[in-house]
Nanobody
Framework: VQLQASGGGLVRAGDSLRLSCAASGRTFSRYVMGWFRQAPGKEREFVAS????????YYKESVKGRFTISRDNAKNTVLLQMNGLKPEDTAVYYC????????????????????WGQGTLVTVSS
């Protein structure tokens, strides 16, 4: 699976952005998808995950209520809608895929993911 993230940019605090991750291959629906981010000088951290069937989602506590992860298996795409952005959301955002055998599982452990995109930079000014 090859992943291509896009949609990053420079925005002001309170603005919104939508990140998109396009996946290659015909088995996209077999993968749990996740978004991670890495802020300058910090380790990469989990942001959100969505199950194969999109019925389960899981979020980092600090983004709950502001970010929404979704997927379209027909289009091999996973989205991260980010509202109410804060300067502390500034980071390079990565999408990732983990092969899963269960429809409803989500994963937050970085080491569990099998494939990674190249990252897209989100900068939020105060």
């Amino acid at each position: 699976v090859q992943l291509q993230a896009s949609g990053g940019g420079l925005v002001r605090a309170g603005d919104s952005l939508r990140l998109s991750c396009a996946a290659s291959g015909r088995t996209f629906s077999r993968y749990v998808m996740g978004w991670f981010r890495q802020a300058p000088g910090k380790e990469r951290e989990f942001v959100a995950s969505i199950s194969r069937n999109a019925r389960s989602t899981y979020y980092k506590e600090s983004v709950k209520g502001r970010f929404t992860i979704s997927r379209d298996n027909a289009k091999n795409t996973v989205l991260l809608q980010m509202n109410g952005l804060k300067p502390e959301d500034t980071a390079v955002y990565y999408c990732a895929a983990k092969f899963a055998t269960e429809d409803s599982y989500v994963w937050y452990a970085e080491r569990s993911y099998d494939y990674w995109g190249q990252g897209t930079l989100v900068t939020v000014s105060s």
